[in-house]
């Protein structure tokens, strides 16, 4: 089963597809996308906004309240980065069999300088749709997403505590707190060591 029958139900197989048809899937696809780069960029807002505000506060509880905050968007940044990451490679994979179907059409009136017959179309589709990722592959590395961040969510408000990438953050604010860095170095700072800190604990 192709690519764009898992996305939207369709009897026919990405290469069954006319460019016309293509092209539709290419703008739904890309508004998709769009949508996800505006999420990604949306939530780096937000975690600069808790930088500040956490940089402003004096009080130990309320800097931990914003860590956990900064934790959580940080994680809903990452899976909508690797939700974009798909989703752009949706795009490049119905891009390219397009591109493939209109040069056919092209053609059509008589072949160019290369003898490229049905077999070899028949081999290219082959090989984009094993390029691209199926809907199963995507549900299943979302689900598992999600799952552990629902649990790492739950740990976290069960404890009431900061996570270990939370108390970078803590460190970087007190650093701020003495003049020993400035603002957005701190920032730049604190985002790298909390990307650092989910990535080993996802590895692990």
């Not at 968007?73 to 795009?91: C, D, F, I, P, Y």
């Not at 490229?116 to 081999?123: G, L, Q, R």
């Not at 749709?129 to 979302?142: F, I, S």
């Not at 961040?149 to 460190?171: K, Q």
Request: proline content about 1%; overall charge neutral.
């Amino acid at each position: 089963m192709s690519l764009i029958e898992k996305l939207f139900g369709r009897t026919k197989s990405l290469s069954e597809l006319s460019p016309t048809e293509l092209r539709k899937e290419e703008i739904l696809i890309g508004r998709a996308r769009d949508k996800l780069m505006q999420k990604v960029e949306n939530a780096s807002t937000q975690k600069q906004k808790i930088f500040q505000q956490g940089a402003s506060q004096k009080s130990p509880e309320m800097r931990k309240a914003l860590a956990i905050e900064f934790e959580l968007k940080t994680r809903e940044q990452l899976m909508a980065v690797r939700e974009l990451n798909v989703r752009t490679k949706e795009l490049l994979t119905v891009g390219r069999m397009r591109m493939v179907k209109e040069q056919k059409s092209r053609m059509a009136g008589g072949l160019g300088r290369l003898n490229i017959t049905e077999k070899d179309f028949a081999v290219l589709g082959a090989m984009i749709e094993d390029d691209a990722v199926t809907q199963e592959m995507y549900t299943e590395r979302l689900d598992a997403l999600l799952e552990m961040g629902e649990s790492a969510d739950r740990a976290l408000l069960d404890s009431s505590s900061v996570g270990e990438a939370g108390g970078e953050l803590l460190a970087y604010w007190d650093k701020l707190d003495r003049g020993e860095m400035k603002e957005n170095e701190a920032l730049e700072s604190a985002e790298a060591a909390v990307r650092e800190k989910m990535s080993a604990k996802s590895q692990g």
